[in-house]
């Protein structure tokens, strides 16, 4: 019934704009009364809880009212249209699993994990990563720590809102915030076996000689491996690439300037929806091609794992200025940044050239599968070296 914003209507003459009905509660509208497993309504008529459109118009006034909650809203007004038992089980079954709000889990300001427990998953957030967490918490670098908005298989990455730093009673100036006191990612290495595979990234690298990756323990590899993409941030954010701002590094923990807005990440480029052949394409493909140059030239490092989910597409806002592929990129225009610099090795590396090829063979079949011309891997190469 249009005129009915509660839904609760059952005969041909509705239900007067009752109160409506809940099928699961015991708790009578004002015209409609529940009697065991039947509703009596205002003219004698007798439904059961299996009536086809009562449930219907019961479940969607239980996600509208889910959903009045969950935005503070309060009471929904408005018509309300009918959603089936399928439909319904179906939405909330998904909407458990996702336990999300805009890329932050639902549950709570730093309780993505456990936070009461020693050990949690992948031995993420645990007594000293929180430790870690609240000692930057004290030192203004962060406000708050918010809950997983990524997770692979080495480490989670937090969103946390950045803090304003703290009071110097000497200069009289506030120090040690994020920049502007934009949001901050919290980047947490799993203390898992997974990184016993990585010794190759570590050994060749001239700036651990006489540090064997294999003689660490497993403790000591996950920090180490933390302090690497640590170093190889500075260098590339040094040398105009874009990329997170490098802010801190204890232990397991990093911290970086975060690439999004209001909690939600910047989306990798295979996520986005440009249209194949497009001159955006040719235009993102050219970035990366600079980026990869610049890496290679100024930082003096190779990514070594460069591929489709390790570059997101963000407005030119969210990096320095100096560090646009494009000088004349607006703070608008969207442009491709470079994440994920754990595995990055310096040019010295014995396989640095090979991981090169493989890096500019990898993001170079991925936009030739966006329908645009690319250049060959020879190609590619000869550019980012002459």
């Not at 009596?40 to 008529?45: K, V």
């Not at 009918?82 to 179906?90: E, L, V």
């Amino acid at each position: 019934d249009a005129d009915d914003p509660s839904g609760g209507g059952g005969g041909s003459g509705g239900n007067g704009g009752g109160a409506g009905f809940r099928l699961n509660s015991s708790a009578p509208s004002k015209t409609w009364t529940r009697v065991g497993d039947v509703l009596l309504g205002p003219d004698g008529e007798v439904r059961t809880k299996h009536d086809p459109r009562l449930k219907s118009l019961s479940n969607a006034e239980r996600l509208l009212a889910r959903a009045a909650d969950d935005d503070g809203l309060g009471k929904v007004g408005g018509f309300v249209s009918g959603i089936g038992d399928r439909a319904y089980n179906k939405l909330r079954q998904t909407q458990k699993k996702r336990g999300v709000e805009k890329g932050v889990a639902k549950h709570g300001t730093g309780r993505a994990e456990n936070m009461e427990g020693d050990r949690t998953r992948g031995g993420a957030m645990d007594q000293g990563v929180r430790l870690v967490v609240a000692r930057a918490i004290n030192s203004g670098l962060i406000d708050c720590c918010n809950g997983a908005v990524k997770e692979g298989k080495e480490a989670i990455v937090y969103h946390a809102e950045g803090g304003r730093g703290t009071h110097d009673d000497e200069t009289g100036e506030r120090v040690g915030g994020s920049p502007d006191g934009a949001d901050v990612a919290v980047k947490v290495f799993k203390r898992i076996q997974e990184f016993r595979g990585r010794g190759g990234y570590v050994d060749g690298d001239p700036r651990y000689r006489g540090r064997k990756f294999r003689d660490v323990d497993r403790r000591g590899q996950v920090e180490l491996w933390a302090e690497k993409e640590y170093r190889n941030l500075i260098r590339a954010h040094r040398a105009r690439v874009p990329v997170p701002a490098p802010l801190l590094c204890r232990e397991n923990v990093l911290f970086m300037s975060f690439l999004g807005e209001d909690g939600w990440p910047s989306p990798q480029i295979r996520e986005v929806g440009i249209k194949k052949g497009s001159e955006r394409w040719g235009a993102l493909y050219c970035q990366v091609l600079i980026s990869v140059r610049r890496l290679r030239k100024r930082a003096r490092l190779v990514h070594g794992d460069l591929s489709e989910y390790n570059v997101l597409l963000c407005p030119a806002s969210y990096v320095d200025r100096a560090n646009r592929p494009d000088p004349d990129l607006e703070d608008d225009d969207l442009m491709a940044a470079v994440i994920d610099f754990g595995q990055a090795v310096d040019v010295k590396h014995p396989e640095a050239e090979e991981l090169l090829r493989r890096d500019l063979g990898m993001i170079g079949a991925f936009f030739r599968r966006q329908g645009i011309k690319v250049l060959s891997d020879e190609e590619a190469v000869e550019f980012v070296e002459r």
